[in-house]
T-cell receptor, first 114, second 114 residues
Framework: QKEVEQNSGPLSVPEGAIASLNCTYS??????FFWYRQYSGKSPELIMS????GDKEDGRFTAQLNKASQYVSLLIRDSQPSDSATYLC??????????????FGKGTKLSVKP | NAGVTQTPKFRILKIGQSMTLQCTQD?????MYWYRQDPGMGLKLIYY???????DKGEVPNGYNVSRSTTEDFPLRLELAAPSQTSVYFC?????????????FGEGSWLTVV
């Protein structure tokens, strides 16, 4: 059973702080990793993707990948109340690699307090 | 450019009834997907399609059927609705099945079976 694990939270941080969201995955052959943001009652929105070990930065967001530890994280710097949402970690389903299927974690709910 | 459009947005079904969730995309994407999301859970793949006339089962296909007669449309059929099918359903599409390809989601369909 391929699994993606996330702490469900809620994770509460003050405005301006760094929010750190973590995700582990069970299938060592997974190659692509994604972070989706989902506001309450809305559809998921892709905010970051990462494929290689190390860090990838995009604005206030940094994704970190460690394949040896099967661990991927998302850092949000200068957190804003508008960042309050559920963050879903997703890992590609490597079987055949042709359907682009993703295995999603349950999500971590982030609350940024003004 | 509407992206991925789903209808209806909300529906209440009685046990044993059947219905079809409609999904259409205007991005000329080959790949289309149906996911369900239960409260506090990640998304689980029901069915996917790699092109017109080709469909395949995902992780949780039981109780559902799909068809893909055109590139644009990918309806999801619920036969003999059961309370366990109460969920939020998301249709999605991507240009290819390459695991790094962005998946675009529709706005979701909230289904309650009573």
């Amino acid at each position: 059973q391929k699994e993606v694990e996330q702490n469900s939270g809620p994770l509460s941080v003050p405005e301006g702080a760094i929010a750190s969201l973590n995700c582990t995955y069970s299938d060592r052959v997974s190659q692509s990793f994604f972070w989706y943001r989902q506001y309450s009652g809305k559809s998921p929105e892709l905010i970051m993707s990462i494929y290689s070990n190390g860090d990838k930065e995009d604005g206030r967001f940094t994704a970190q990948l460690n394949k040896a530890s099967q661990y991927v994280s998302l850092l949000i710097r200068d957190s804003q109340p508008s960042d309050s949402a559920t963050y879903l970690c997703a890992v590609n389903h490597p079987d055949g690699g042709s359907q682009g299927n993703l295995i999603f974690g349950k999500g971590t709910k982030l609350s940024v307090k003004p | 450019n509407a992206g991925v459009t789903q209808t209806p947005k909300f529906r209440i079904l009685k046990i044993g009834q059947s219905m079809t969730l409609q999904c259409t995309q205007d991005m000329n994407h080959n790949y289309m997907y149906w996911y369900r999301q239960d409260p506090g859970m990640g998304l689980k793949l029901i069915y996917y399609s790699v092109g017109a006339g080709i469909t395949d089962k995902g992780e949780v296909p039981n109780g559902y059927n799909v068809s893909r007669s055109t590139t644009e449309d990918f309806p999801l059929r619920l036969e003999l609705a059961a309370p366990s099918q109460t969920s939020v359903y998301f249709c999605a599409s991507s240009e290819t099945g390459y695991s790094g390809n962005t998946i675009y989601f529709g706005e979701g369909s909230w289904l309650t079976v009573v």
